[in-house]
């Protein structure tokens, strides 16, 4: 009898050890099998650091190297892409909500939520020079999108929840830097009443498609905006039209919040940590035919 505990530890460590094991091999078949019928590939993974698990942006500065904000702080983080370490935080401004960032070379510029937009002259300055100017949108609009065009020297931005037009339609909207002053008429604007989005479409149309962000394909100069509430990757051609509507399976992408690109066409899709670790992906997207 004495040895009878040790005999049923042994046998629940092996018991527990063999149901690990199982669910292990379940996971990964599961995994093949999404990756086989999903419209994309995941080249790379990333863990952030809990620092970065309410990750809301990410931009691309160099090989090694991302920016990062979280949406509670005024901070950019250095994310380094060998290490998965943050190298580098520099504050600009006091904690709010800061949902999305951009950059033109070591110029950063960064959204919060009511379409404040602060601009840091130098995020490489020991001292920063930090400026900032409003949009025409405010909190009811909810932004969590920005990217630079440096063909144009202009930021683009898009609405998450209602728009500055007719509920159907969510506009694409350029702020030349020139004057910080955004556009009255948008780029061209996402019609949630595209065949693509039938399967989505919400009672409150405004709702079907939610941008959590937006970069812009340095090669096609496509659009490319994420979907973070209901998972997915819309695809908009530089004029306007649609391209590719691209399901993400919560399976990787539980809340994808921020993309970005290198500047060979890499993509990179982030998530929040949603119920585990904040991820990111090296993503490859496999041809898809759309239906506008």
């Known amino acids: 009898m004495k040895y009878l505990a040790h005999y049923v530890i042994f046998g629940a460590l092996a018991f527990s050890g063999v149901l690990s094991y199982a669910f292990y091999k379940k996971s990964i078949a599961e ?7 999903a419209s994309y590939n995941l080249v790379n993974t990333w863990e952030f650091p809990e620092l970065l698990y309410e990750v809301s942006g990410i931009a691309w500065v160099n090989d090694s190297t991302l ?17 998965s370490e943050i190298t580098k935080d520099t504050r600009f401004a006091k904690d709010d909500d800061y949902e999305a960032i ?11 939520s009511d379409g404040h937009i602060f601009e840091i002259a130098d995020i490489m300055a020991d001292t920063l020079v930090v400026s900032d100017f409003k949009t025409r949108f405010d909190s009811k609009n909810n932004m969590e999108s920005l990217a630079y065009q ?8 898009i609405a998450k929840d209602e728009g500055l037009d007719e509920d159907r339609y969510k506009g694409v909207y350029a702020i030349p830097l020139e004057t910080h002053e955004q556009d009255e008429q948008p780029l061209f604007a996402i019609d949630l009443k595209w065949d693509a989005f039938k399967a989505l479409e919400k009672k409150k149309i405004e709702n079907t498609f939610k941008p959590s962000d937006i970069a812009i394909h340095p090669k096609t100069g496509d659009f490319y905006i994420v979907d973070g509430t209901s998972p997915h990757l819309l695809i908009v051609s530089a004029s306007g039209s649609f391209k ?8 990787h992408f539980a809340q994808p919040e921020s993309l970005t690109f290198s500047p060979e066409g890499t993509l990179y899709i982030a998530n929040e940590a ?12 496999k041809d898809k035919e759309g239906v506008e």
């Open 150 to 157: 440096p063909e144009h020297d202009r930021l683009i931005t």
């Open 244 to 251: 590719a509507l691209h399901e993400l399976n919560k399976f």
């Open 67 to 83: 920016a990062c904000i979280q949406d509670e702080e005024g901070v950019i983080y250095n994310f380094n892409l060998n290490t």
């Open 31 to 37: 995994e093949r099998e999404i990756l086989e019928n």
């Open 102 to 112: 951009a950059l033109n070379g070591t110029m950063a510029f960064v959204m919060r």
């Open 274 to 285: 949603a119920n585990g670790v904040a991820t990111m992906f090296e993503v490859t997207l």
